[in-house]
């Protein structure tokens, strides 16, 4: 079985070609990076438009760059959701127009689910069942996953996700959008243990998070001193170093509680180098294996995409000539894959649109 994959969900546009037995035969990706950069932020509306510039044309040459035509795919999939709607509403119009042309069956896929299961495209994929550290910039959660589709939330955050507290404590330091690898490169310069910032919830039992008095705390460690480089690479590397130990520790008592051996790291924040190195250290500890995605998988891309979809079409999922496209939506209502029951698409199509919900033959 072979499937391509799109992904629109927020600022990188990107296609693949997976195929069961001979993996990953091609991913392309465009980053609306410098697009965005101006504004300190993602403009929703522009990154709608840059979708519709950048989609068809990475469909092609991932398309190209696999040798594969319309008659090998088993079906198009496409990420559904949660995200920006307009942006999802791009990539889910093209993959659904595609999948029509060409005969074949469309899948809206869960982007988080796609984060989980990225680690599976690399040689040594982590077995189930396994807790997951997902930290973007959108989510931070803590989940048992005990098979495809099968997920416990164990702690997910308060407020502000790990990737958005990197982000706007570098924007007050002045760095570029996106500041998480901004600030870890400025972190490596500063001194450790110059400043210490509150660590929220770590005191406390559960696996909660919360990180948005990081923010507060930057602040006031600027406030009334001369920002030079220094202070700032000292800052950088404080937060840094609060947020790096805050998902350690919760992460370790995620591993105690459920007596699992096996700890699957995934999201942007997950290619952050002193995280990794502390989490590998926290799971020796534990007697647990660490199992990351390959970096550039880490952060958004079509591949992971094609893994969730690739499982899902191949367990029979299938879904009507409907455009899906959900800005919300819990992980927790997946169906799980390999069951008799289907997709939940009752409780969770809450935000769906639905141009036309008949079902295809
Ligand atoms: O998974 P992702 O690409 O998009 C979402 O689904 O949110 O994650 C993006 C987030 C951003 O907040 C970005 O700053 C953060 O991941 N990020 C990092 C690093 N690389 C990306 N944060 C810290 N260190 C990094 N090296
Ligand atoms: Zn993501």
Redesign the pocket.
């Given at each position: 079985m072979r499937v391509l994959a799109i992904e629109s969900?927020?600022d990188e546009s990107a296609a693949a070609v997976l195929d069961e037995a001979g993996g990953l035969l091609a991913h392309e990706l465009y980053s609306q990076v410098a697009l965005h950069r101006a504004y300190g932020g993602v403009v929703p509306e522009l990154a709608s438009r840059d979708h519709v510039r950048k989609l068809l044309p990475l469909v092609r040459r991932a398309l190209a760059a696999a040798g594969t035509g319309p008659r090998d795919l088993a079906g198009v999939v496409y990420t559904a959701g949660p995200g920006l709607i307009g942006a999802l509403l791009t990539g889910a119009a093209l993959a659904r127009s595609l999948a029509y042309a060409w005969g074949l069956p469309a899948l809206g896929v869960h982007?988080l689910e796609g984060?989980l299961l990225a680690p599976l495209l690399e040689p040594d994929p982590p077995p189930f069942p396994h807790v997951a550290l997902l930290v973007?910039?959108?989510?931070t959660q803590l989940i048992e996953v005990r098979g495809i589709g099968r997920y416990r939330i164990l702690g997910d955050t308060r407020d502000d996700a790990a990737?958005?507290a990197?982000?706007k404590t570098a924007k007050l330091l002045g760095l570029p959008y996106?500041?998480?690898?901004e600030?870890?490169r400025l972190a490596a310069a500063g001194t450790a243990g110059a400043f210490h910032f509150p660590r929220p919830m770590l005191d406390r039992p559960g696996l909660e998070f919360s990180f948005s008095g990081l923010k507060t705390a930057v602040l006031h460690a600027l406030r009334g001193r001369e920002i030079d480089a220094r202070l700032k690479a000292d800052v950088a590397r404080a937060v840094e170093e609060a947020i790096v130990e805050t998902l350690t520790v919760k992460a370790g008592r995620a591993l105690q509680e459920t007596g699992l051996a096996t700890l699957v790291v995934s999201?942007?924040?997950s290619?952050?180098?002193p995280l990794r190195a502390a989490l590998s250290g926290a799971a020796a500890r534990h007697g647990a294996r660490v199992y990351y995605p390959r970096i550039e998988f880490?952060?958004?891309n079509a591949a992971m995409i094609a893994m969730a979809g690739l499982h899902r079409l191949r367990a029979g999922e299938r879904q009507g000539l409907g455009i899906e496209a959900r800005a919300q939506w819990p992980i927790e209502t997946l169906a799980p894959v390999g069951d008799e029951q289907r997709r939940a698409d009752g409780p969770a199509r809450g935000g769906v649109i639905e141009l036309d919900g008949t079902e295809q033959a």
């Open positions: 969900s927020c982007h984060h973007s910039g959108g989510h990737g958005e990197f982000d996106p500041g998480g690898p600030l870890s999201g942007g924040v290619a952050n180098l880490c952060t958004d």
